[in-house]
């Protein structure tokens, strides 16, 4: 079949197609790739903004921070971009999540468990619904900690399941020492070089 130039155009001069129907997390995961990034919320599909390079470089020296320290303590395994299965209706595809060791091989096709961390680096347009919608669905969850990271506003917010309920933790000095990853301390004085261009 002859590819048509509408196919061909890049997925900013597309309309996504799949914005707004209603389905099931089973037909979600068969939808047909269409170049742009969803998830799918109380069963109804929306489209994520696309990352840009500054928003890509904070989510990728916290995923070389936790890989780096994962390489020499096996204590459970990160993935970037993945998606996350938390009910029949919910599935969303955060920056990062980290499972320990014992959930790993359970989830190793699709991830169906709450992940013990999820890391959400924050676009403005999205941080209401970061800040107020997910975080309310990885507390119900039981995601265990939940990281909110703002490049634009240069802050760190990092939120910890405490009986049942996030707990706001506040940030001291250059170093935030994770619960829910063993061990690991992440470099915030890092991650704060890493809101401006790096060159």
Excluded: C
Excluded at 19 to 39: C, N
Excluded at 61 to 82: D, N, P, S
Excluded at 153 to 180: H, K, M, N, W
């Amino acid at each position: 079949m002859p590819t048509t130039a509408a196919s061909t155009l890049d997925p900013v001069l597309r309309a996504p197609a799949h914005v707004g129907l209603r389905m099931s997390a089973d037909e979600f995961f068969s939808l047909e790739d269409d170049g742009f990034k969803y998830e799918l919320v109380d069963g109804v599909t929306i489209r994520s903004p696309s990352p840009t390079p500054g928003h890509q470089q904070v989510a990728d020296e916290i995923l070389f921070q936790l890989k780096t320290f994962l390489r020499g303590h096996r204590v459970g395994a990160v993935y970037r971009e993945t998606d996350i299965h938390l009910s029949p209706g919910l599935v969303y595809r955060p920056e990062l999540v980290f499972l320990r060791t014992e959930l790993v091989r359970a989830n190793w096709r699709r991830i169906r468990t709450a992940p013990d961390l999820v890391v959400e680096v924050v676009s403005p347009e999205s941080r209401r619904f970061d800040r107020e919608t997910k975080k309310a669905d990885y507390e119900r969850h039981g995601v265990r900690e939940y990281w909110i990271i703002e490049p634009q506003l240069e802050a760190f917010t990092f939120f910890r399941l405490v009986d049942g309920r996030f707990v706001d933790i506040p940030v001291q000095g250059d170093a935030f020492t994770s619960e829910a990853v063993t061990g690991f301390v992440l470099d915030l004085a890092a991650v704060r070089a890493a809101f401006q261009p790096l060159l």
